[in-house]
């Protein structure tokens, strides 16, 4: 057997292994074996990789440098991205069954992540305000410090890349903890950054699970800024851990996406979008589309198109090119999704399709459920996973009070051909993204956030701007 890969914690520009030397077993959830270790960070790793990134901040070149300086530093990164995007991406597909295709696709988004904030904090210009008390005012961005990056496993690259894009661009260092289950793709970031001529600190990556490590860099007092993502449940505790140094924090946690399909939808381009928006990533997706509610003229034709859709998507080998679905990434998280499936069934759930492989391995099949209640935990909870629970509605009224009855407030989608309600109920969703006759297409200069128990804060553009830098007022007198 080849020897196992190992991917150890970035910090200050050296691959190290932890201090105490734990490692922990990196799973490749298709075949069910162990094919890495990585580094167990703990509360001594995460404490040199605080004082890098703080050293970094306070005494090195890099929020010092000129903007378009940095811009081509975040460039070069991106460039030996493009150049590693398919090793990159086997490291992605390899340690949670990410469909390549889909594996490759997030790759490209990682690396407009970092094009993107590298143009947009060289080029975005403050307010200047010319006042008629003879001053004028404007606005400067100066970077926050050190951020502390705690990212998630559904897309191990490309949400660590939405972080800690906008955080060094903005001319912060940073230190970004992947998930335990995917370690893989964001070291081998870390070691890109280092080849790209990053000076030390600035990208330090440390691994290891969410306590201690996780904890241990945001309840750290040098620590400026929180981002994470991940469950709601954790959220609160990262906040709680942020409030003790006051460090401000943006969250972006769980879902449970409303998908709203009228009778003057294109049903063609509507079924495409739902299967998308629940099946892509075997649903492991914060904005899934996991709650559908379909008109009722349409109902029976829905779903049977819907159906026939899902029960064409080829599972398999993460790899095999034909391969549109595979196993959900972690042993834990398979027994999760399952209990949910078992639950709907108990609970008398409807199956249009789907449910629990028994062929022992960690994949549920593209599952859809009608008929269960609505307070019921499959159709209330965010499984995360390829379960969609579907009602039918009658009115406009109906279906906008149907989607807005949540906790949650991620996104929405809705499909109709019909302008004014299109706007109408875009408007009326409790939600912090609504796609209108699509799914997941971002401008990465419109806010991304979520309402309720989906997080806290905006991200994108100059909503990133304003998280990841202390603005200032100057106000200046002008002798007359
Ligand atoms: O999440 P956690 P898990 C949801 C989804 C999933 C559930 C559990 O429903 O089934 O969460 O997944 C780190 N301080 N989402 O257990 O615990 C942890 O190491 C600091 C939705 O993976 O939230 C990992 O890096 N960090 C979601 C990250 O937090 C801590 C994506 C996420 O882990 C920590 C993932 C602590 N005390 C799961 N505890 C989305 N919004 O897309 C854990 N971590």
């Known amino acids: 057997m080849s020897e196992k890969q190992f991917f150890g914690h970035i910090i200050d520009n050296v691959e190290v292994e932890s201090i105490d030397r734990q490692r922990f077993d990196v799973w490749n959830p298709w075949t069910q074996e162990i094919w890495a270790q990585a580094a167990e960070g703990g509360e001594a790793d995460a404490d040199a990789a605080i004082t890098s990134a703080r050293k970094a901040f306070d005494e090195g070149p890099w929020p010092r440098m000129g903007r378009v300086e940095r811009a081509k530093a975040i460039h070069k990164l991106a460039d030996l991205m493009e150049e590693r995007s398919n090793e990159l991406a086997t490291l992605d597909s390899t340690n949670m069954a990410k469909p390549f295709a889909q594996a490759k696709h997030d790759v490209g988004r990682s690396i407009w992540n970092f094009r993107f904030f590298a143009d947009h904090q060289r080029d975005s210009c403050g307010e200047v305000y010319p006042m008629d008390s003879g001053h004028h005012s404007y606005s400067e961005f100066g970077p926050a410090g050190v951020v502390a990056a705690i990212s998630p496993w559904n897309f191990p690259l490309m949400m660590a890349s939405w972080k800690i894009a906008p955080a060094i661009a903005w001319g912060n260092t940073c230190i970004i903890k992947p998930s335990e289950d995917t370690p893989a793709s964001v070291t081998m970031l870390g070691r890109l950054a280092v080849e790209a001529g990053f000076p030390p600190g600035v990208l330090n990556v440390l691994n290891g699970h969410g306590m201690p490590a996780g904890s241990a860099i945001t309840g750290d007092d040098r620590v400026d800024r929180v981002t994470f993502t991940g469950s709601s449940t954790t959220g609160k505790h990262v906040m709680a851990s942020a409030a003790t140094h006051l460090a401000p924090v943006s969250l972006e946690l769980g879902g449970k996406g409303a998908n709203i399909v ?176 699509c799914f997941f297409i971002r401008d990465l200069r419109t806010p991304f956030g979520g309402v309720g128990d989906s997080g806290v804060g905006r991200e994108g553009g100059n909503f990133s701007r304003e998280f990841f830098t202390e603005p200032k007022a100057v106000v200046m007198q002008i002798a007359r």
């Open 262 to 437: 009228f009778e003057d939808a294109d049903l063609d381009n509507a079924v495409y979008w739902a299967v998308e928006a629940i099946f892509r990533n075997a649903g492991q997706i914060c904005l899934a589309g996991s709650r559908l509610f379909v008109q009722k003229g349409i109902y029976e034709e829905f779903m049977a198109r819907f159906t026939a859709a899902a029960e064409a998507l080829t599972i398999g080998d993460p790899f095999d090119p034909a391969t549109k679905f595979s196993a959900l990434a972690s042993k834990r998280h398979f027994d999760k999704v399952a209990s949910y499936v078992e639950s709907a069934q108990s609970l008398g759930g409807n199956f249009h399709t789907g449910g629990v492989a028994t062929d022992g391995s960690w994949v549920v099949r593209p599952t859809i459920i009608d008929g269960l209640a609505l307070d019921a935990a499959p159709y209330c909870e965010e499984i995360f996973g390829p379960v969609c629970v579907v009602n039918s509605f009658e009115t406009e009224e109906e279906a906008v009070h149907l989607a807005n009855d949540t906790r949650y407030g991620l996104n929405a989608m809705l499909f109709t051909e019909n302008l004014s309600r299109a706007h109408r109920v875009a408007s009326n969703l409790k939600a912090g993204t609504v796609w209108v006759n």
